[in-house]
């Protein structure tokens, strides 16, 4: 058998350029204050060797761990894999963070946190201890759990509070779901849509509220009344099927109704079926998040887009750039989600429109 061919490490790198290990260590990080000349020779080294960067090496500064922590809540996150539904938001999550991080010369480790652990902050110090991130994002419910931002502020670890609207700690990013609720109720009113329900999301999230607050909005800037037409539910595919039976079964129904995620809407097809309603023509349907199961239902379900992936990466950004000492504004970064338009939704039926 023949030799294992020797790994090049940041060693050989600098022996062959004739500098230090901390000047090599350096030109890696793109870091200033290296002349032209010394850049130009260490990578000159790099490619005659044949190196490739570890975080070991990026490390030797000593100020940076280049690594990027990403949580998310332990117990849905589980419960989505096990269901093997098409859940993508983790999905989506990596994408942009993994993606932005390569980009920029760090590394993204993803970690699972029970928000309503009683150890939820002792579990968390020890995952810092241990991997010493020099920032973490934090997606919903975590981003307002008091606990975790107080101590991720007290550590003073750059972070990103996804879904939230934040405040003096922390960098606060918003997927504009006020925004997005309003699109998908102006879509239903154009179309001629005047009794819209709602099914809300878990009130554990902040971004719940948001959604009811731009449907309640757009609905009273076109006039319709919006009174015995909310229901709340969890998120979960069976307050969906509860949800949509609570509304379908009033005495008077909503001819379309926007639910808070894809599950839900589901769920909500479901029943409307089981109730002989036909989709879009007796009752369109506007479902969040736009997983990709929503693109094979029958009909396929017009969804607002949540970007996730473009969310997470410029949570990366912030966060690398504060690292870096660029002091972070109070003022929450809104990325917009849209609205793509499938099947699911086409004016009232006869004599239940506008004009009816």
């Keep these: 058998m023949g030799r294992r061919r020797q790994a090049v490490t940041i060693r050989h790198v600098a022996a062959d350029a004739g500098v230090s290990l901390q000047t090599v260590s350096r030109v890696i990080n793109n870091e ?88 939820v902050e002792r579990e968390l110090r020890a995952t810092i201890a241990a991997l010493q991130p020099d920032g973490v994002v934090l997606t919903p419910p975590h981003s307002d759990n ?71 909005e757009e609905m009273a800037a076109a006039g319709l009344n919006a009174d015995g037409l909310l229901v709340a539910g969890d998120f979960s595919y069976a307050s969906g099927e509860e949800a949509a039976r609570t509304l379908l079964d009033s005495p008077d129904p909503p001819t379309a109704i926007i639910v808070s995620n894809d599950q839900m809407a589901l769920a909500t097809l479901e029943v409307a079926r089981s109730r002989g309603l036909e989709i879009p023509r007796d009752l369109s349907l506007i479902s969040f998040d736009n997983t990709p199961i929503v693109r094979f239902t029958q009909p396929p379900l017009t969804a607002v887009d949540q970007p996730i992936a473009e969310t997470v990466s410029r949570a990366v950004e912030l966060i690398i750039a504060q690292q870096r000492g660029k002091p972070k504004t109070d003022a929450p970064t809104v990325v917009r989600g849209s609205l793509v338009e499938r099947a699911s939704t086409a004016p009232p039926p006869p004599g239940r429109g506008r004009n009816g």
């Design 32 to 119: 200033p204050n290296v002349r032209p000349e010394m850049q130009q020779r260490v990578r000159a080294s790099i490619d005659k060797l044949g190196y490739v960067p570890s975080i070991a090496a990026q490390r030797m500064s000593g100020s940076r761990s280049y690594l990027i922590l990403a949580i998310n809540d332990r117990e849905r996150t589980i419960a989505d894999w096990r269901g093997r539904q098409g859940i993508d938001w983790v999905d989506q999550m990596l994408l942009g963070g993994m993606l932005k991080c390569a980009e920029l010369g760090y590394r993204m480790i993803f970690e699972l946190v029970d928000t309503h652990n009683d150890h």
């Design 146 to 216: 008091p606990l975790i931002v107080g101590l991720l502020d007290k550590a003073k670890i750059p972070f990103a509070r996804i879904g939230s609207l934040g405040g003096e700690a922390g960098i606060a990013l918003t997927m504009d779901d006020e925004g997005s609720a309003q699109l998908a109720t102006r879509h239903l009113i154009d179309l001629g849509h005047r009794r819209i329900g709602f099914i809300a999301g878990s009130p554990e999230y902040n971004l719940s509220g948001w959604r009811v607050e731009g449907w309640r």
